[in-house]
C-alpha cells in the first residue's frame, strides 16, 4: 500500500509514519516545517499544504491520505492563517486527492470543535459542535469539508483524537518541564474533562478507522478514562516526584492574564507561557464517548494514563530532554 501524509514532521504523524512503514507501507510525507524524526524509508516533500503543483506530487499513485496538517493553537499566528492552513488546505489536498483519485482519506479533525462539552454529559459523534478557540473554529471548517466530499461520493473517515500524549509529544512536555522544575501554577480549579489517549493506541485506531471505517462517518479515538486537568497535572507531578501548588489562578486573572501575554508576544512571534489556547484546557470540558469506534472499528484502547505517562517520561529522560 502507499500512503501520503500531511503533517509528517508533527507528533501524531510521525508515529503513524512508523507504523505503516513496520506494516511495510510506502510512505510519501508532506513536511513544512521541521524534521520528521524517523525518516528512513520515508520519501519527504517540502511545501506548503494550499501548494497545489506539490500535493499532486505528494498523491500520485497514492492508495492512502492521512491529512494531519493544520496550523495549532499558537497565539502568535492570526486568524487569517489559521483559516488559510485549517479550512482552505482541507479543500486543497481532498480536490487534488480526488483528482487522484486517492482510494480512501482519513481526516484528522480535533476534539476541540465540541467546544466546551456540558457538566456530567461525554460527548459522542452527535454532540453539537461548539467551538471556541479560532483553531477549534478552523478545525470544523476542516470537518465540513471533509463530509461536503463524503456526500460527494469521495471516500473519507474522519477522527476526532482525545487528549493525546507520548513520546515525541513537545506540548506535553511543556507541561511536564513546568511541572518538573516547579514553575507550575494550576490556573483555575482545573476541573475540565478531559480523555487521554496514548499515542499508541491512538495510531493503532487511526490506522483501524483506514482499514474499517464507515465512509463519511466521524470516529472518537480516545482512552477510557475520563479525567480532569488537576488529575492529569497531579499524575505528571507525582510521578516527578512533585506537588502542585494549593493556589491556584483564579478564573477573571487567569483570563486577563492570558490576553495580556498574547499581547505581549505576538511581536516576538513566540507563544507565551499562557494564552487563550492553554487556558481551555483547563477550562472547557472535551470527555469523548468511544463507544462507536468500539462498535464498529473493534478499538481497544490498552494504556492507562498512569503507565503511559510513565512511558514517556522514560522517552524524554533516555533523549536528554530531562
Not at 461548539?130 to 473519507?156: C, S
Not at 494549593?246 to 501575554?261: G, K, N, S, T
Amino acid at each position: 500500500m502507499r500512503a501520503f501524509i500531511t503533517g509528517g514532521s508533527g507528533f501524531i504523524g510521525g508515529h503513524i509514519i512508523d507504523a505503516l512503514i513496520k506494516k511495510g507501507w510506502q510512505v510519501r510525507a508532506l513536511v513544512h516545517r521541521g524534521a520528521i524524526l524517523q525518516a528512513d524509508g520515508v520519501e519527504i516533500l517540502r511545501g506548503d499544504i494550499c501548494d497545489r503543483a506539490v500535493l499532486k506530487d505528494g498523491l500520485k499513485g497514492a492508495d492512502f491520505l492521512f491529512h494531519l496538517a493544520s496550523a495549532l493553537g499558537s497565539s502568535a499566528i492570526g486568524k487569517a492563517e489559521f483559516f488559510r492552513v485549517n479550512a482552505q488546505g482541507t479543500e486543497a489536498v481532498l480536490e487534488v486527492a480526488r483528482e487522484a483519485k486517492v482510494k480512501r482519506v482519513i481526516h484528522l479533525s480535533s476534539a476541540g470543535v465540541l467546544g466546551a462539552v456540558k457538566k456530567n454529559d461525554v460527548a459522542d459523534e452527535n454532540y453539537s459542535a461548539n467551538p471556541i478557540q479560532v483553531y477549534d473554529q478552523t478545525k470544523l471548517e476542516g470537518e465540513k469539508t471533509a463530509l461536503r466530499f463524503a456526500e460527494r461520493g469521495m471516500d473519507i473517515v474522519i477522527i476526532r483524537p482525545g487528549w493525546a500524549y507520548g513520546p515525541r509529544d513537545k506540548r506535553t512536555f511543556k507541561l511536564i518541564k513546568a511541572i518538573s522544575q516547579k514553575k507550575f501554577m494550576m490556573a483555575t480549579k482545573g476541573k475540565a474533562r478531559q480523555t487521554p489517549v496514548y499515542i499508541d493506541d491512538l495510531v493503532r485506531g487511526i490506522l483501524l478507522a483506514a482499514e474499517k471505517g464507515k465512509r463519511g462517518e466521524i470516529y472518537h479515538l480516545a482512552g477510557e478514562e475520563i479525567m480532569t486537568a488537576r488529575e492529569i497535572v497531579e499524575a505528571i507531578a507525582s510521578s516527578r516526584g512533585r506537588k502542585i501548588p494549593r493556589l491556584h489562578l483564579p478564573l477573571l486573572p487567569a483570563r486577563a492574564a492570558a490576553l495580556i501575554l498574547e499581547k505581549m508576544f505576538l511581536p516576538l512571534r513566540k507563544e507565551p507561557p499562557l494564552n487563550r489556547a492553554k487556558l481551555s484546557f483547563f477550562l472547557h470540558s472535551k470527555p469523548l464517548s468511544i463507544q462507536k469506534a468500539k462498535r464498529e472499528l473493534d478499538f481497544s484502547p490498552e494504556v492507562r494514563f498512569e503507565q503511559g505517562i510513565g512511558l514517556a517520561l522514560s522517552w524524554y529522560r533516555d533523549q536528554g530532554w530531562l
